[in-house]
């Protein structure tokens, strides 16, 4: 079992930062070229490219955060209906008051705005919980003057991909619509 825990991880680790970075390196290119050409697109030379650089950096950060929300979503449909190691996630339908749930065999983005609410809220529990173990820690055993001074989206991004492992396990007891069967 934890063999397919830690496959569907990776997998889906590996799609979300794909599509995550992806996505990001693309709003920052278009929003970097929108600002180059609305300035009259000078000429290329070491400044202009330095601030090019440093205008996509800045946009990459910002658009990577959002395009971290937005790749937890999509990245979420793969997990399910995947034989990894004997074992899968199925998503279950919403019985009606006369019939028993089904396993949704076609899973589309609306089937699963439920479960990703609850596996999104899980998320987040699990990464609070991180950040207290990691203040703590950095309180007694670093040298650091301030609270928050090591934080950036990208430690964030590592403690979102750490609580994912652990999220997997825990989303089949959580959530009534996802269910972990032999295959």
């Given at each position: 079992m934890s063999k397919f825990y830690l496959i569907l991880w990776l997998r889906w680790a590996i799609r979300l930062t794909l599509l995550s970075?992806?996505?990001?390196?693309?709003?920052?290119?278009?929003?970097?070229?929108?600002?180059?050409?609305?300035q009259g697109a000078k000429s290329l030379d070491t400044q202009v490219y330095q601030a090019l650089y440093d205008i996509f950096k800045f946009w990459f950060a910002l658009s990577w955060s959002f395009s971290v929300l937005l790749s937890l979503?999509?990245?979420?449909?793969?997990?399910?209906n995947q034989c990894i190691a004997h074992y899968k996630l199925n998503l279950l339908s919403c019985p009606n008051k006369s019939e028993m749930s089904q396993v949704l065999q076609r899973i589309g983005y609306g089937d699963l705005l439920k479960v990703w609410r609850k596996w999104f809220m899980l998320l987040i529990w699990l990464?609070?919980?991180?950040?207290?173990?990691?203040?703590?820690?950095?309180?007694l055993f670093s040298s650091y003057t301030t609270l928050f001074e090591w934080f950036n989206i990208y430690i964030l991004y590592l403690f979102v991909l750490i609580a994912g492992y652990f999220s997997f396990m825990i989303l089949s007891g959580r959530c009534k619509k996802v269910r972990v069967v032999k295959c």
């Open positions: 970075v992806l996505l990001a390196v693309g709003i920052a290119a278009f929003i970097t070229l929108f600002i180059y050409i609305n979503f999509i990245s979420l449909k793969s997990v399910f990464v609070g919980a991180q950040m207290i173990f990691v203040l703590i820690f950095m309180k």
